[in-house]
């Protein structure tokens, strides 16, 4: 069981899920929404072999935190993946978009300076911006867009561009979701839970039910259970590899 984007942090019992996915995943990634937060996480949460903890600054807090940005790009010297970043252009957020647009450029170019780094973006409303952004620093490393809710054409130009995607059972609950997943590219997918925003049967998503989206995804791909597991599994070995290579 893998997971490639989780706010274990923000759980309320957040100390046993972590020994739990730390006894029984085979790989977590810890993102945080703020540099204060991955310091305060890195210390009740350490990283450990198979759950990677990373700093982030995320978009809908960009406005409160901004002051905390040089804190990152200190951060993301000792570390080989970042996140959560990104933008978010939706109505209740795009006022601050100019600061987030500082904020997650700054980030990227960081990314780019330090030889590469691994991120997983939040682009809610703000594809077209988010990829611009990429574009403009091509030795960035490599982007998982987590959650990607925008349109087909804009999921082909980010693959096009190498991104990857993270996806989660609450993403495919919507029927553009599981559109969405049909189109994206099969070696570049990895599940996420996004907990514990993401939710399932009601309730806050474990970090162990990501894994919920290989029964939807062999519906999408028409292919049998155990491939897209073996599939998914192949996808996540790559990724965790690729945050590992880059120079820290
Ligand atoms: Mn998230």
Redesign the pocket.
């Known amino acids: 069981m893998m997971d490639f984007?989780c706010?274990l942090d923000l759980y309320p019992d957040a100390r046993f899920l972590y020994a739990k996915a730390q006894a029984e995943m085979e790989f977590l990634w810890l993102?945080t929404t703020s540099p204060r937060a991955f310091a305060a996480t890195s210390v009740i949460l350490p990283a450990t072999d198979r759950i990677m903890v990373s700093p982030g600054l995320h978009p809908e807090v960009a406005d409160k935190k901004v002051s905390e940005l040089d804190l990152l790009l200190e951060q993301m010297r000792h570390v080989g993946a970042v996140g959560?970043v990104g933008l978010d252009g939706s109505a209740r957020y795009k006022h601050t978009f100019e600061t987030q647009q500082r904020v997650f450029s700054a980030v990227v170019q960081r990314a780019e300076e330090l030889g590469g780094r691994l991120l997983s973006i939040?682009s809610r409303a703000a594809a077209p911006q988010v990829l611009s952004t990429l574009q403009q620093h091509a030795g960035f490393g490599t982007a998982v867009l987590?959650w990607f809710t925008d349109s087909a054409p804009q999921l082909r130009l980010a693959a096009s561009l190498g991104c990857w995607f993270s996806v989660g059972p609450a993403m495919l609950k919507s029927s553009n979701g599981r559109k969405l997943v049909s189109i994206m590219p099969k070696d570049r997918i990895v599940p996420e839970s996004?907990g514990p925003?993401g939710m399932t049967h009601g309730k806050p998503i474990f970090p162990w039910e990501a894994s919920g989206i290989v029964t939807q995804i062999s519906k999408a791909w028409d292919s049998p259970v155990d491939v897209v597991r073996e599939i998914l599994r192949d996808n996540g070995k790559r990724l965790i590899n690729t945050a590992r290579a880059y120079p820290i």
């Open positions: 984007h706010h993102v959560e939040h987590h996004d925003f």
